[in-house]
């Protein structure tokens, strides 16, 4: 069975780093591109980008490009949404679901809220 | 980068009535279009890919047309289940697939 294990709810202030994780299980990893896709409070589904993990190659949406960071380690295979400096408006749900250009499985979503 | 708007931004349905949701892409995405469900408090579920591919799951009243710009998910004789929001998605070419803005399907 397929499954996408995200990491907890994070509460941040703006200003700080921040990883969260998203770990695959029942396929090969490095076989399928991982996304990630944000959902702000109330709002649609917006599609940030994706990650294969056979090689770490990216496509950022321009909306995201140059604010977030992809990562993966096939080791334990986990893909990572990684922020460097967390902005009030980063605040929402951020799914990571299992690439086939659509996305056929998703995560459970991780709760991020950033707030001084 | 590719605009898909869906329409309407609400639907208010009676249960096993027929509900017609609508997407439009900004240009031709051919056949490649998906159609998600998302319940409240739920991660979106993919229910139709190319248009019209059911996924394993999908309940046959769910049926997805269309190619080029225009597409609909119709769903006959709606369940209380179904009532929850519709996204579409393109996956064209180049990234960014972008998702439409969402459809609400209500109980009236």
């Known amino acids: 069975e397929v499954q996408l294990v995200q990491s907890g709810t994070e509460v941040k202030k703006p200003g700080e780093s921040l990883n969260i994780s998203c770990q695959a299980s029942g396929y090969t990893f490095t076989r399928y591109w991982v996304g990630w896709v944000r959902q702000l409070p109330g709002r649609g589904l917006e599609w940030m980008g994706i990650?294969?993990?056979?090689?770490?190659?990216?496509k950022y949406s321009p909306s995201f490009q140059g604010r977030v960071t992809f990562s993966v380690d096939k080791s334990t295979a986990t893909a990572y949404l990684h922020w460097s400096s967390l902005e009030a408006s980063d605040s929402g749900i951020y799914y990571c679901?299992?690439?086939?250009?659509?996305?056929?499985?998703w995560g459970q979503g991780t709760l991020v809220a950033v707030s001084s | 980068e590719i605009l898909m708007t869906q329409s309407p931004a609400t639907l208010s349905m009676s249960p096993g009535e027929r509900a017609t949701l609508s997407c439009r892409a900004s240009?031709?995405?051919?056949?490649?279009l998906a159609w998600y469900q998302q319940k409240p408090g739920q991660s979106p579920r993919l229910l139709i890919y190319?248009?019209?591919a059911r996924v394993t799951g999908t309940p046959a009243r769910f049926s997805g047309r269309g190619s080029g710009t225009e597409f609909t998910l119709t769903i006959t004789s709606l369940q209380s289940e179904d009532f929850a929001v519709y996204y579409c998605?393109?996956?064209?070419?180049?990234?960014?697939?972008?998702f439409g803005q969402g459809t609400k399907l209500e109980m009236k």
């Open positions: 190319g248009a019209s």
């Open positions: 990650i294969y993990p056979g090689d770490s190659d990216t």
């Open positions: 998605q393109q996956y064209n070419n180049r990234p960014p697939y972008t």
């Open positions: 679901a299992r690439s086939d250009f659509y996305f056929d499985h």
């Open positions: 240009q031709s995405v051919s056949g490649n």
